[in-house]
């Protein structure tokens, strides 16, 4: 018997409609900030990857081409230190969504197990949990689970959606090496990792889970979650990959076998074209640099107090209200956001606003909030 859609929480984009009507109605139309979802085309050279793979007669390989996972461990060492990584431990997913929500499941927890996400944090998480049958605990400070011998997968979420916090390198040691005492499995999904505003990490990189300094030298109980979604306008190929310990890719590759859970051949060949070109990310990179810079400036001129928003394609956001309230404010002036209680109780009196729009649409939101001053 499948699980109820009852026991799962309602879809909270859901609940924006009626704030983008009311956004709809501003004369020179909406703009929706509320998604991460580019708006940018997907580079030439991807797109030129896709169509020259596109005779693709028989099944794909669950695994992924040799190519493609040379290519990933190659990306890997290349822009985020990480070494020892065997291709053999690299897989890829279905987009990054598809392993959160199913990644408990696939480890095989059920009702007698926790995981444990960020206080605010991605809805999946813990949608994930419950797809699982077990329990979603949100927890910051590891002394809140580390002497749990219930929690068996520990998420982190470097850089943060929504907060765009990044955590060091000895922040990140301390949760793996709680982990390791209780044996749970840490999952880092580091989805925004290209995308750095703030020192040390634009100088020094956003660290990884696999990092040397992080865990030690061995990869084991650690999973990395990428997704080439935000780093190369890619959110529509469903590009993305999950490596780490050898022996738990080993488990979720046998699992997805059964199940059926490939990627495409062509969307294969593009990823790994678009893992051994840096060029286009730094390109993409500097379009949201220039987007944040006036997005920062208008909405801190408008009296906002932006907190954390170190990497990524948020800002987080407050004017020291109830989240709800800042939306009715932002859609009367044909603005939406998302509000900060879909991550949790810890977002009540935040917004996420992202960065993903076209500079068109950029130009009118800092127009409408600069009318204020």
Request: glycine share 8%.
């Amino acid at each position: 018997m499948g699980l109820s859609p009852h026991a799962l929480p309602d879809f909270p984009w859901d609940s924006l409609v009626p704030y983008r009507q009311r956004a709809a109605a501003h004369p020179d139309g909406v703009v929706d900030l509320s998604v991460g979802t580019p708006v940018d085309p997907t580079p030439a050279l991807i797109q030129d990857a896709l169509r020259a793979a596109s005779d693709a007669p028989g099944y794909p390989t669950t695994h992924g081409t040799p190519e493609l996972r040379e290519a990933a461990v190659d990306w890997f060492a290349r822009t985020r230190g990480v070494i020892g990584l065997s291709p053999d431990a690299v897989l890829p997913t279905v987009g990054s969504k598809e392993l959160v929500a199913w990644l408990p499941a696939l480890l095989g927890l059920g009702p007698e197990d926790a995981v444990v996400h960020p206080a605010a944090a991605y809805p999946t998480y813990a949608v994930g949990a419950l797809l699982a049958g077990a329990s979603a605990v949100a927890a910051d400070d590891v002394g809140a689970w580390s002497t749990r011998d219930d929690v068996k997968l520990v998420w982190v979420n470097s850089p943060s959606n929504p907060t765009g916090a990044v955590l060091s390198r000895d922040q990140l040691r301390a949760v793996v090496d709680a982990a390791r005492r209780i044996g749970a499995v840490v999952a880092s999904d580091e989805c925004y990792a290209a995308l750095p505003w703030s020192e040390p990490w634009v100088s020094d990189g956003v660290p990884s889970i696999l990092d040397p300094e992080v865990c030690g030298g061995s990869h084991e109980g650690l999973l990395a979650v990428y997704s080439l979604s935000k780093q190369s306008s890619l959110a529509g190929y469903r590009a993305a990959f999950v490596a780490g310990d050898g022996e738990l890719i080993s488990g979720l590759l046998e699992t997805r076998k059964h199940a059926g859970m490939i990627m495409p051949a062509p969307v294969q060949a593009a990823m790994t074209v678009a893992l051994r070109d840096d060029a286009h990310v730094a390109a993409q990179r500097e379009t949201y640099r220039a987007r944040r810079e006036v997005v920062l400036r208008a909405v801190t001129d408008a009296g906002f107090e932006v907190s954390h928003s170190d990497a990524g394609l948020y800002l987080w956001a407050s004017r020291g209200e109830d989240c709800w309230s800042t939306l009715d404010w932002l859609a009367d002036r044909g603005i939406v956001v998302a509000p900060g209680a879909f991550y949790g109780d810890a977002g009540a009196q935040h917004v996420r606003i992202a960065l993903t729009a076209t500079d068109e649409r950029i130009a009118h939101a800092v127009h409408r909030l600069s009318k204020d001053r």
